[in-house]
T-cell receptor
């Protein structure tokens, strides 16, 4: 089974604080994604990448930066956190974006911005 | 931007009953759909895919796609307590877009 590991699992910060969420996949997948999950909105794509050094903008990118340092590692950065960014964040990976490509998700990071 | 709306938001079915989940999408160019399931405290996991109009059956699960009416559905026969989860439909087209989710509770 494909493995995606997120850290930390829980994070509390204050408004204006800096937060980095980490994701590592050991699946040799090219694509990695960051989603946020909120009740009533489902899963919304923040950023994604198709390889080290590449970054693509998703549907809700405002207030977020991301960096893909290696094929395995993808980071989500919140440089001035706001309460609206309180959410459950998921990282995922896939080998491609074809119709048969499955996304493999991590267990999530719950972020609270006070 | 593609929008994927799911209904109902939540659903309670008795054990052994049939659960029906619906998904409406806005982009007529959409072609590739998946259903994902998320148990409490876990990340979503792929359940099944459907790419062609009509029905696709995998065990107790049947997906239905009607591109003309922009509609995808999932039917779970003989529902089990372990089916209690959050279900998402997803358009795996150009921009990966997930629906708003349906919370299913199977009452033993």
């Amino acid at each position: 089974e494909a493995a995606v590991t997120q850290s930390p699992r829980n994070k509390v910060t204050v408004t204006g604080g800096n937060v980095t969420l980490s994701c590592r996949q050991t699946n040799s997948h090219n694509y990695m994604y960051w989603y946020r999950q909120d009740t009533g909105h489902g899963l919304r794509l923040i950023h994604y990448s198709y390889g080290a050094g590449n970054l693509q903008i998703g549907d809700v990118p405002d207030g977020y930066k991301a960096t893909r340092t290696t094929q395995e590692d993808f980071f989500l950065l919140l440089e001035l956190a706001s309460p609206s960014q309180t959410s459950l964040y998921f990282c995922a990976s896939s080998s491609g974006t074809g119709r048969g490509d499955t996304l493999y998700f991590g267990a999530g990071t719950r972020l609270s911005v006070l | 931007q593609q929008k994927v709306q799911q209904s109902p938001e939540s659903l309670i079915v008795p054990e052994g009953g049939m659960a029906s989940l619906n998904c409406t999408f806005s982009d007529r160019n959409s072609q590739y759909f998946w259903w994902y399931r998320q148990h409490s405290g876990e990340g979503p996991k792929a359940l099944m895919s459907i790419f062609s109009n009509g029905d696709k059956k995998e065990g107790r699960f049947t997906a239905h796609l009607n591109k003309a009416s922009l509609h995808v559905s999932l039917h779970i026969k003989d529902s089990q307590p372990s089916d209690s989860a959050l279900y998402f439909c997803a358009d795996m087209g150009y921009k990966l877009t997930f629906g708003t989710g349906t919370s299913l509770l199977v009452d033993p």
